[in-house]
């Protein structure tokens, strides 16, 4: 297992909350975000992630930072694919634009909790039992051959089972009541419904991200296998992983950006 210093650790948690205040406040007043403003602070997220992978580098060595890049690249990709997710959620609780932010940014925080949550318990299965290892390959495989022969599972947000536990626990208005998820009403506590042009433009990314999965599973196995089987049966470098991992994705947003979607 990787020896991260505890200042490092406090540096990475200091980092992403200081993060999500600033993004909290600086959207505090409900308003549509043009491309223009999206994209410098999309950016300035982009440089702020680079610079605390300099961090890794500099402070645990080469190979821990090209793992920061690879995981990173990976996510940054995997979250762009998510957006026809969000687009479906917005359009199918008819969300106003002025309020999607608030919406995004608490789904964020929520799955920074429990993406700490599951990384921990996964960490710990993996380092008491690294045959798991053959079982999470055998789920990224099936993953990439639904992707690849366009078997991708629908998504109706009304049929999930939150939306039908909400629904359930308290009742929902049909209309929204500015940006507040819950109001009252008649003394009851009632919720609201509040619970994109370059998306044809992404077509073929969910191939390539289909490809890269498979890349993944691949590198678990060997790396199971090296430690269960065998120490001779080779591992996949990570710079090498890092490096077909960019290869795939720029190949996947070119062929995206020369047949967009009609």
């Given at each position: 297992m990787l020896d991260v210093r505890w200042w490092l650790w406090g540096a990475f948690a200091a980092t992403v909350i200081v993060s999500l205040v600033i993004d909290l406040l600086a959207h505090r007043t409900a308003h549509v975000i043009g491309f223009k403003e999206a994209a410098l602070w999309?950016?300035?997220?982009?440089?702020?992630?680079?610079?605390?992978g300099?961090?890794?580098l500099l402070v645990l060595g080469?190979?821990?930072?090209?793992?920061y890049a690879t995981a990173w690249l990976l996510e940054k990709s995997l979250s762009v694919d998510n957006l026809f997710v969000f687009a479906l959620i917005f359009a199918y609780f008819k969300v106003p634009r002025a309020y999607q932010h608030r919406v995004l940014f608490f789904g964020v925080f929520g799955a920074l909790v429990f993406r700490g949550i599951f990384l921990?318990?996964?960490?710990?299965?993996?380092g008491r039992f690294t045959a798991v290892l053959f079982a999470f390959a055998a789920i990224l495989f099936y993953s990439t051959y639904k992707i690849l022969r366009g078997e991708e599972e629908t998504f109706d947000p009304g049929r999930s089972f939150a939306v039908r536990l909400l629904r359930r626990a308290i009742p929902v208005r049909d209309d929204y009541a500015g940006a507040k998820f819950t109001v009252r009403e008649a003394g009851r506590r009632v919720g609201t419904p509040l619970l994109a042009g370059l998306l044809d433009r992404s077509r073929y990314l969910s191939r390539g991200l289909g490809v890269i999965l498979a890349i993944i599973g691949v590198k678990l196995i060997l790396q199971a296998s090296h430690k269960?089987?065998?120490e001779s049966i080779p591992e996949i470098p990570s710079l090498l992983g890092l490096a077909v991992i960019v290869v795939v994705l720029t190949v996947s947003v070119v062929a995206s950006l020369r047949h967009p979607q009609k």
């Amino acid at each position: 297992m990787l020896d991260v210093r505890w200042w490092l650790w406090g540096a990475f948690a200091a980092t992403v909350i200081v993060s999500l205040v600033i993004d909290l406040l600086a959207h505090r007043t409900a308003h549509v975000i043009g491309f223009k403003e999206a994209a410098l602070w999309s950016g300035m997220w982009v440089i702020l992630a680079l610079a605390f992978g300099a961090v890794v580098l500099l402070v645990l060595g080469p190979r821990p930072g090209t793992e920061y890049a690879t995981a990173w690249l990976l996510e940054k990709s995997l979250s762009v694919d998510n957006l026809f997710v969000f687009a479906l959620i917005f359009a199918y609780f008819k969300v106003p634009r002025a309020y999607q932010h608030r919406v995004l940014f608490f789904g964020v925080f929520g799955a920074l909790v429990f993406r700490g949550i599951f990384l921990s318990l996964g960490v710990a299965v993996v380092g008491r039992f690294t045959a798991v290892l053959f079982a999470f390959a055998a789920i990224l495989f099936y993953s990439t051959y639904k992707i690849l022969r366009g078997e991708e599972e629908t998504f109706d947000p009304g049929r999930s089972f939150a939306v039908r536990l909400l629904r359930r626990a308290i009742p929902v208005r049909d209309d929204y009541a500015g940006a507040k998820f819950t109001v009252r009403e008649a003394g009851r506590r009632v919720g609201t419904p509040l619970l994109a042009g370059l998306l044809d433009r992404s077509r073929y990314l969910s191939r390539g991200l289909g490809v890269i999965l498979a890349i993944i599973g691949v590198k678990l196995i060997l790396q199971a296998s090296h430690k269960m089987i065998d120490e001779s049966i080779p591992e996949i470098p990570s710079l090498l992983g890092l490096a077909v991992i960019v290869v795939v994705l720029t190949v996947s947003v070119v062929a995206s950006l020369r047949h967009p979607q009609k």
